[in-house]
Nanobody
């Protein structure tokens, strides 16, 4: 059974930074691609970033390019999302997700975490 647990959310001022973490359980996960999604009130869940199992390739939605960085530590079964220069429009619940395929993880992940709230406000 795959379990994903997010942490690191909170309240931050515009221009600030946060680092989200996702702890993954499941022995096969070291070969799975990982992703972050987010959902704001009244909006559909949207893709934010993804990383291949080797960490060698990353993908980002246009609105976060240059500000967010996804990374992973396979030895610890952890995935991270470093978020810099945060904007009020980044406010959302952020979800960790996984799938063996880097293509599928960006659209239809097989497993989801429960999410962590990020609020960007002064």
């Amino acid at each position: 059974q795959v379990q994903l647990v997010e942490s690191g959310g909170g309240l931050v001022q515009p221009g600030g930074s946060l680092r989200l973490s996702c702890a993954a359980s499941g022995s096969a996960l070291v070969t799975y691609s990982m992703a972050w999604f987010r959902q704001s009130p009244g909006k559909e869940r949207e893709f934010v970033a993804a990383i291949t199992w080797t960490g060698g390739t990353t993908y980002y939605t246009d609105s976060v390019k240059g500000r967010f960085t996804i990374s992973r530590d396979n030895a610890k079964n952890m995935v991270y999302l470093q978020m810099n220069r945060l904007k009020p429009e980044d406010t959302a619940v952020y979800y960790c997700a996984t799938n063996p395929s880097i293509t599928a993880v960006r659209s239809t992940p097989a497993y989801w975490g429960r999410g962590t709230q990020v609020t960007v406000s002064s």
